[in-house]
């Protein structure tokens, strides 16, 4: 009785460190931005660049490639930065009413405010999806992100 009580102890006390250090690793993984911008109205990412603005200045626009943004290939991610400086860059795609694991794909300076980079979105069990792609730029006063939200139909068709 008394090994199997230890044992029990012992599982609870290791369940309660992997919990603290989940908590802690989370906020790595997913940072708090520290300014959000606001994508312009009416843009569909799947179909073209989108452009999204910071209230102090400057903006980001991120172009997905193939349009469409097919699950399972492999995707061409560009993001052009204006009016920012920036000493990193990365897409953070997330799916908004599943956890669809991490996916955040870092993106390397290709030109004077530009970045390139790869991607692919996993498959889901369903045919439609609803993500979003928050492109998080680290600045000197803190991480900047901008969220783009798209659907994808794995149908064939594409979601408005």
Same mark, same amino acid.
């Given at each position: 009785?008394?090994?199997?009580? +230890? *044992?029990?102890?012992?599982? %609870? $006390?290791?369940?309660?460190?992997?919990?603290?250090?989940? $908590?802690?690793?989370?906020?790595? %993984?997913?940072?708090?931005?520290? $300014?959000?911008?606001?994508?312009?109205?009416?843009?569909?990412?799947?179909?073209?660049?989108?452009?999204?603005? +910071?209230?102090?200045?400057?903006?980001?626009?991120?172009?997905?490639?193939?349009?469409?943004?097919?699950?399972?290939?492999?995707?061409?991610?560009?993001?052009?930065?204006?009016?920012?400086?920036?000493?990193? $860059?990365?897409?953070?795609?997330?799916?908004?009413?599943?956890?669809?694991?991490?996916?955040? !794909?870092?993106?390397? !300076?290709?030109?004077?405010?530009?970045?390139?980079?790869?991607?692919?979105?996993?498959?889901?069990?369903?045919?439609?999806? %609803? *993500?979003?792609?928050?492109?998080?730029?680290?600045? !000197?006063?803190?991480?900047?992100?901008? !969220?783009?939200? +798209?659907?994808?139909?794995?149908?064939?068709?594409?979601?408005?």
């Amino acid at each position: 009785m008394r090994r199997r009580a +230890f *044992w029990a102890l012992v599982a %609870l $006390v290791t369940a309660a460190m992997v919990g603290v250090v989940a $908590v802690r690793l989370r906020a790595l %993984l997913v940072p708090a931005p520290l $300014v959000l911008a606001h994508a312009e109205p009416g843009c569909d990412v799947r179909a073209g660049p989108c452009t999204a603005g +910071f209230a102090g200045g400057g903006e980001v626009t991120l172009d997905v490639e193939p349009r469409g943004i097919p699950v399972t290939r492999p995707l061409v991610l560009r993001v052009a930065i204006r009016g920012l400086e920036v000493s990193a $860059v990365a897409v953070d795609f997330a799916g908004i009413d599943m956890n669809m694991g991490y996916n955040r !794909p870092s993106l390397a !300076p290709v030109g004077s405010g530009a970045y390139r980079g790869g991607g692919m979105l996993p498959t889901c069990v369903r045919a439609r999806m %609803l *993500w979003e792609a928050r492109v998080l730029l680290t600045t !000197p006063r803190g991480l900047f992100a901008a !969220p783009f939200r +798209f659907e994808t139909d794995q149908s064939g068709r594409h979601g408005d």
